[in-house]
């Protein structure tokens, strides 16, 4: 009897749980979760470095200002075949467009007029300021004379017959773009006109500038 109480009896095996990180249909979501994970931060940065390109190239990026004659009409006009001169008042408006997303300030400029590619007169243009994607239009006044042209040296007389004067107006602009008040670059704008005088009505005719 005591042998039979004192008998050991092995327990029965009890049932193995897998633990729940073990599952292989919970590993397939953690790993699919991660993916999207590693695929949100991913666009993140990516969106992130177009983003500053973008910036950079379109708002850092300066470029230089646009001159361009709006307008040039005659005032007054004295000329004679024989011989060959002319003396003419002009007044005209000149462009500073302003492409950047800074202010542009310029310093004051001459604005040239050449015929047969010889001067005849110059005039000098106030300065002024551009605002951002701005156009500032300056006003002016300027005299050209024939006896500032060298003898021999072009077509006067042939041309005073023909009745038009081809001339030339030219310009240099330069001043500084200023971006939040931290970066200053200075830029330069050029402009080259041509256009046609009509001795008989006394116009402006063929203003074309690039």
Same mark, same amino acid.
């Given at each position: 009897?005591?042998?039979?109480?004192?008998?050991?009896? $092995?327990?029965? $095996?009890?049932?193995?749980?897998?633990?729940?990180?073990?599952? $292989?249909?919970?590993?397939?979501?953690?790993?699919?979760?991660?993916? @999207?994970?590693?695929?949100?931060?991913?666009?993140?940065i990516?969106?992130?470095?177009?983003?500053?390109?973008?910036f950079?190239?379109? *708002?850092?990026?300066?470029?230089?200002?646009?001159? =361009?004659? =709006?307008?040039?009409? *005659?005032k007054?006009? !004295?000329?004679?075949?024989?011989?060959?001169?002319?003396?003419?008042?002009?007044?005209?408006?000149?462009?500073?467009?302003?492409?950047?997303?800074?202010?542009?300030?310029?310093? $004051?400029?001459?604005?040239?007029?050449?015929?047969?590619?010889?001067?005849?007169?110059?005039? @000098?243009?106030?300065?002024?300021?551009?605002?951002v994607?701005?156009?500032?239009?300056?006003?002016?006044?300027? +005299?050209?004379?024939?006896?500032?042209?060298?003898?021999?040296?072009?077509?006067?007389?042939? +041309?005073?017959?023909?009745?038009?004067?081809?001339?030339?107006?030219?310009?240099? *602009?330069?001043? @500084?773009?200023?971006?939040? !008040?931290?970066?200053? !670059?200075?830029?330069?704008?050029?402009? +080259?006109?041509?256009?046609?005088?009509?001795? @008989?009505?006394?116009?402006?005719?063929?203003?074309?500038?690039?």
């Open positions: 009897m005591a042998d039979q109480e004192s008998q050991i009896w $092995p327990l029965a $095996p009890g049932k193995l749980h897998h633990r729940s990180d073990e599952n $292989p249909t919970f590993k397939a979501i953690r790993r699919e979760r991660s993916n @999207k994970c590693f695929v949100y931060v991913f666009s993140g990516v969106f992130f470095c177009v983003t500053v390109l973008v950079a190239l379109l *708002v850092l990026r300066v470029k230089s200002p646009e001159i =361009r004659l =709006r307008s040039v009409t *005659v007054s006009l !004295k000329y004679t075949s024989s011989p060959p001169s002319f003396n003419v008042s002009l007044s005209g408006q000149m462009s500073v467009k302003n492409p950047n997303f800074g202010d542009y300030e310029f310093v $004051p400029t001459t604005v040239s007029f050449l015929y047969s590619r010889g001067a005849v007169g110059s005039t @000098k243009v106030a300065k002024g300021l551009a605002k994607k701005k156009t500032e239009r300056l006003s002016f006044g300027v +005299d050209l004379r024939s006896n500032k042209l060298p003898e021999g040296a072009n077509t006067l007389e042939s +041309d005073m017959n023909s009745g038009m004067l081809k001339l030339t107006g030219t310009g240099k *602009v330069s001043g @500084k773009v200023t971006l939040w !008040k931290i970066i200053n !670059k200075r830029k330069t704008g050029k402009m +080259d006109c041509t256009m046609t005088l009509v001795l @008989k009505s006394k116009t402006i005719k063929g203003l074309v500038c690039r």
